[in-house]
């Protein structure tokens, strides 16, 4: 028998996650600050939740820190979507990003929408 933190999420889970990215998604998103991909590792930080993508950066993150972006601690909806993503194993993700500001060595993830 499976552990419980390893099997897929309950319909529901996946339908409030579903609905909250479609909520939540702006119209008119350009190709340069989205990226879809794997997520292919994740590490944490004082200011939030890495992660990278197997597929690389969007655009609007080209020369930010070794492929890493950050999802502010602030997004605590986010952060724990990513994770549940992570530890389940549904790692196919689509991700919207804002550049990095000056002197900020990463893009920020606006929105993280899982690919089924």
Same mark, same amino acid.
């Given at each position: 028998m499976p552990t419980p933190c390893l099997t897929r999420p309950p319909t529901w889970v996946?339908?409030?996650?579903?609905? *909250?990215?479609? $909520?939540?998604?702006?119209a008119?998103?350009?190709?340069?600050?989205?990226?879809?991909?794997?997520?292919?590792?994740v590490t944490t930080t004082a200011r939030g939740l890495m992660?990278?993508?197997d597929s690389?950066?969007?655009?609007?993150?080209? *020369?930010?820190? $070794?492929?890493?972006m950050l999802i502010p601690e602030a997004n605590k909806t986010m952060v724990s979507t990513t994770l549940l993503l992570w530890i389940t194993g549904r790692r196919a993700i689509d991700v919207y990003t804002s550049a990095a500001s000056a002197g900020d060595s990463y893009c920020s993830v606006t929105?993280?929408?899982?690919?089924e």
């Open positions: 996946r339908a409030v996650l579903a609905c *909250g990215a479609v $909520l939540a998604a702006p008119g998103w350009a190709a340069e600050n989205w990226q879809r991909g794997n997520i292919s590792e992660i990278r993508l690389g950066l969007p655009t609007n993150c080209t *020369g930010t820190g $070794l492929s890493w929105q993280v929408d899982p690919v």
